[in-house]
């Protein structure tokens, strides 16, 4: 039974093109601590629970949106690079997805326990916010430099 669970090859393309610039976006907004007043919008929320302020369940709120953009894209973005099938599909290249995945999980993980024991107060917030996103960061850089060392191996056995 063959599963077709990932994005057309042209999809790893498209993705590259827009995770690239809105990760210089993302650096630049939250360095800068970014929120232009045209992103300001009252939204829905499940929960909120403000430093100094209000607190309640289900209702709307005042929120600079810049921030979920630029979230949402970057998540978008880097599953249409990282599930998108290769040009050479086959079982091999299968199996180092799954291997790349697994390792990808194993190591954030890591990351994220190591942060749990060392790292405090708002610092381990931002772990967390960037936490994310390095699952699928490392899973893309193992799994392309396991595909180029295939590649390698494979024009030296020609």
């Known amino acids: 039974m063959k599963l077709n669970y990932l994005f057309p090859h042209r999809f790893k393309r498209i993705g590259t093109l827009i995770l690239i610039p809105f990760i210089l976006i993302g650096w630049y907004v939250v360095n800068y601590d970014i929120e232009p007043e045209m992103f300001d919008f009252t939204v829905p929320a499940i929960f909120v629970d403000e430093i100094m302020g209000e607190k309640f369940v289900f209702g709307m709120t005042e929120n600079n949106i810049l921030n979920e953009i630029v979230g949402v894209v970057l998540i978008i973005s880097f599953l249409m690079v990282a599930f998108s099938k290769e040009k050479q599909e086959d079982e091999l290249i299968a199996k180092i997805r799954l291997d790349s995945l697994v390792w990808a999980t194993y190591v954030n993980y890591a990351v994220l326990l190591f942060s749990m024991l060392f790292i405090y107060g708002m610092s381990f917030l931002w772990v967390m916010i960037f936490n994310m996103f390095t ?23 020609e």
């Open 135 to 157: 699952i699928l960061l490392f899973f893309i850089v193992r799994f392309n430099w396991q595909v180029k060392k295939l590649n390698k191996t494979m024009t030296h056995e």
